[in-house]
């Protein structure tokens, strides 16, 4: 019975070491994660470019593809604030904040990836129409040494017209899947951001 008594602080005080070691671990490595975030969205946004189209759908799949990272970390800080309430309320706020403007931040993304497809569209094109306009100058006959049938023409600018269609589908299913996939990713972690914080303000 005595030995029986004397176990039961001694396990209590090993499982308080324990958490408030894992909490420790886990502060450290949520720190990690966010400032790695940071510095990759320093680096990734040099030089800043937002008025060109390409840099900016660039820069923001990259930070739809880091995002998780954040959230992990967010999590892993929050994981170790659970006890202290004034560092909880300010990892909640700040998990309210970013994932109200992640989710925002797709708009962006939809806007861009519209735009992209549009101008590749167009510039398929216009590149169409000036080979159609040099194949229409070439005459069979004019030039001896170049041998050119009426027949051959055509098959040429149906090939062409063949091959310009095939390119604007590809451009608009890399455009559709770039822009899912950026505005996926921006989403599921706004969400869960959201849930994070959520849950650090409730907490008593």
């Known amino acids: 019975m005595a030995s029986s008594s004397l176990s039961t602080p001694n396990s209590y005080t090993n499982s308080s070491s324990g958490t408030l070691y894992a909490r420790g671990i886990c502060r450290i490595i949520g720190v990690a ?28 799949q990259q930070i739809s593809d880091r995002s998780i990272i954040l959230l992990f970390g967010f999590g892993l800080m929050m994981a170790s ?53 040099r194949l229409q100058e070439v005459q069979p006959g004019a030039d001896p040494k170049i041998k050119v049938t009426q027949e051959q023409l055509q098959q040429v600018a149906q090939q062409l017209t063949k091959s310009a269609e095939t390119a604007q589908q590809n451009a608009k299913t890399a455009s559709i899947k770039t822009g899912l996939s950026g505005v996926g990713n921006l989403l599921v972690v706004g969400l869960a951001m959201i849930g994070v914080g959520r849950y650090g303000m409730r907490r008593s």
């Open 33 to 60: 994660c966010i400032i790695g975030f940071l510095l990759d969205v320093i680096v990734l946004s040099f030089p800043p470019n937002f008025g060109e189209l390409a840099w900016r759908m660039g820069f923001m």
């Open 81 to 133: 604030a659970l006890d202290t309430r004034g560092l909880r309320k300010q990892i909640a706020t700040a998990c309210l904040i970013l994932g109200i403007i992640l989710p925002l931040s797709s708009v962006l993304v939809i806007r861009d990836a519209v735009t992209f497809q549009t101008i590749a569209v167009n510039n398929i094109s216009t590149q169409l129409e000036q080979a159609n306009k």
